[in-house]
């Protein structure tokens, strides 16, 4: 059974849920489809695949939007509208600006806490293992790195 959401933000083109270790956009009806083409449905993120959080306040005459940047993704590169448009992307009204700004705390913390949890010299011998078989490490640079992790 899956978690309840821990935040719940009702956007313009669609529907945030913030839950433990993840996010999800839902999307649906006449104006998801007009803002973000025929992206429909539901998408799930992990926080762990968030490089970075983009935010744009709503103001008095223009709608705000929280954007999330995945590896690989080009939002950055995009203009405004383009990034309003992309299906990482939910925009909100001015009346949401602190709920966006406690989801972007939130999302960042747990990423943060994530990212600092120790990983054990036998998970890194592990994926340096894998390189190796991989050919992307030699022998003399998997040695090493071995030897910097046990001495550690």
């Known amino acids: 059974m899956l978690d309840a959401p821990t935040i ?3 956007g313009i ?3 945030l849920e913030v ?7 839902r999307r649906k ?5 007009a803002t973000q083409g025929f992206f429909a449905g539901e998408k799930t993120i992990y926080f762990n695949q968030i490089t970075s959080i983009k935010v744009k306040q709503g103001g008095l005459l223009t709608n705000g939007f929280i954007q999330f940047s995945l590896a690989g993704n080009q939002e950055g590169k995009r203009g405004l509208l383009d990034q309003t448009k992309d299906e990482n992307t939910v925009m909100f009204r001015k009346d949401k600006n602190e709920a966006v700004q406690q989801i972007r705390e939130y999302i960042e913390k747990r990423r943060s806490s994530a990212s600092s949890t120790p990983v ?3 998970d890194e011998l592990t ?6 078989d991989k050919n992307v490490l030699t022998q003399e640079e998997f040695d090493i790195k071995k030897r910097q992790l046990l001495n550690s």
């Open 127 to 132: 994926k340096f293992k894998a390189l190796l």
């Open 13 to 15: 083109n669609g529907q």
């Open 19 to 25: 839950h433990e270790d993840r996010l999800s956009i």
């Open 29 to 33: 009806g006449f104006l998801a489809k």
């Open 8 to 10: 719940t933000l009702s």
């Open 120 to 122: 054990s010299v036998a």
